[in-house]
């Protein structure tokens, strides 16, 4: 029997989550946007909340169990409801973090995860999205060859969060016509770290593009096993993530409608308005459903990798789609119901329209 009641564990998580993204992240998100930058006493009191380090084992230093995908999309979504840049930048390390987890070996354990378990923040990422038109996980341009038991990159890669601080790099490429996933020092000869670049969202949320020039690696710094499992929990990520984004949207257009006035009543009870919000509280609440049904079925074990397609890849495929749609489509609303004032930066629906935007475009950049 499906049952999507959160446990007493992950409903503390949450309230917890709510409470620092409230307090702490929101009244920072608004000076974050235009200045481009993100206070460092803000991640570190978000570190020491254990978002990165409950997600690895106390055997390997961490202060957890393998990571719940439910409760990585009630994580994520409280904060994006906050801030979705500064959101992404605190969950960056999960994205060398899992798949390390899920398909390293025990010397590449040991190689990547203390360095995430320590008192301070500490930045990892991966490299997945590539600058091109109908970008597909599946055919990736990264591609990879060999040459005497090493393995070479060559490829271009684009938004990969805080590249130029992180301390582990995991590049996404093509290898004998698989996706393959590869640990890259930074040292590495031919790794090429551009200029942070220029967004129309996420502009707090430092992203860089990565150029890939013959970079050899020994075959030891490849992820073995099945990614099909990662880019589901990355999908629900973002599903979730977005669920967040036009959460606070809806809530900031209907408490606006309550209180704008025209011609003698709240614009809250003309009947295109309620309307309006009604839909967008509808499909909020779908998207939520669907986002929890795939999480619920990558922890009861339905993400089987060597099905053409696991219950977990189809439920995951479903809510990040339908997500990407919803989060543009409220957000949008949200600017139409505040007229004029939606157009102006004092309100933050414009921000969360610029960031709903991009979902369609997010591949890799989160992971529950």
């Known amino acids: 029997m499906v049952n ?17 993204a409230q307090e702490r992240i929101r009244p920072a998100a608004h000076e974050a946007d235009e200045t481009g930058f993100i206070p460092p006493p803000l991640i570190q009191q978000a570190w020491e909340l254990g978002i990165v380090q409950n997600t690895i084992p106390e055997a390997l230093g961490g202060a957890g169990d393998m990571p719940s995908a439910l409760t990585g999309a009630l994580i994520c979504e409280e904060l994006a409801w906050a801030d979705l840049a500064i ?3 605190l969950l960056a390390p999960r994205l ?13 354990q040991q190689q990547v995860l203390p360095a995430y378990t320590g008192a301070t923040f500490t930045a990892g990422t991966a490299a997945v999205m590539e600058p091109r038109f109908g970008f597909d996980i599946n055919e990736l341009a990264t591609i990879t060859t060999r040459r005497n038991g090493d393995v070479i990159l060559n490829g271009t890669k684009c938004y990969t969060p805080l590249a130029a601080e992180a301390q582990h790099l995991l590049v996404y490429a093509r290898d004998e016509g698989k996706v393959a996933a590869f640990l890259i020092p930074r040292d ?15 502009k707090a949320l430092a992203t860089y593009e990565l150029i890939l020039n013959d970079c050899r690696l020994p075959a030891s710094a490849q992820l073995h096993g099945s990614l099909s499992p990662l880019l589901n929990r990355s999908r629900v990520a973002l599903s979730a993530l977005a ?9 900031y257009a209907r ?25 967008m509280a509808i499909e909020i609440d779908a998207t939520r459903l669907l986002t929890w049904e795939a999480a619920w079925k990558i922890d009861s074990g339905q993400d089987t990798p060597h099905e053409p397609v696991s219950a977990a890849t189809r439920e995951a495929c479903l809510a990040k789609n339908y997500a990407a749609n919803m989060v543009l489509k409220v957000t949008d609303n949200a ?8 157009y102006i930066r004092d309100h933050p629906v414009e921000l969360w329209l610029r960031n709903g935007r991009g979902f369609a475009t997010f591949d890799g950049l989160a992971m529950v």
């Open 96 to 108: 060398v973090i899992e798949p390390v987890l899920a398909l390293g070996n025990s010397a590449q």
């Open 4 to 20: 999507f009641q959160p446990t007493e564990e992950q409903q503390l998580i949450r309230a917890s989550i709510a409470s620092f």
């Open 335 to 342: 600017v139409q119901i505040l007229g004029g004032h939606g």
């Open 188 to 202: 590495t000869p031919g790794l090429v770290i551009g200029e942070r670049e220029k967004n129309m969202g996420l």
């Open 255 to 279: 408490d606006y409608a309550k209180e704008r006035r025209a011609f003698g009543s709240a614009i809250a009870q003309k009947q295109a308005v309620a309307f309006m919000l009604a839909e």
């Open 87 to 89: 959101a992404l930048h």
């Open 243 to 251: 669920v967040g984004v036009a959460r606070a949207a809806f809530e």
